[in-house]
């Protein structure tokens, strides 16, 4: 059985004595990314659900579509 990795701990880059910018591993960032994209997507979703629905009866629908070529 595999153990999973030690993580690594994030490395922070020091600018004149000040936390300047932070070295993570590449799969942490993209897990990050993921979460971000994530919690956008319930605020939009949350933005979407306050907003009345609105309904198009299938012929209106039919009627402006867009013609195939």
């Not at 319930?42 to 009345?52: F, Q, V």
């Amino acid at each position: 059985m595999k153990t999973k990795a030690k993580q690594k701990r994030p490395e922070v880059i020091l600018k004149n004595g000040k936390p300047s910018a932070v070295i993570i591993d590449i799969n942490d960032y993209f897990e990050m990314l993921e979460r971000l994209e994530d919690v956008e997507d319930i605020k939009t979703l949350a933005a979407m659900r306050k907003k009345p629905l609105k309904f198009t009866s299938l012929d209106g629908f039919l009627k402006n579509r867009a013609p195939h070529a």
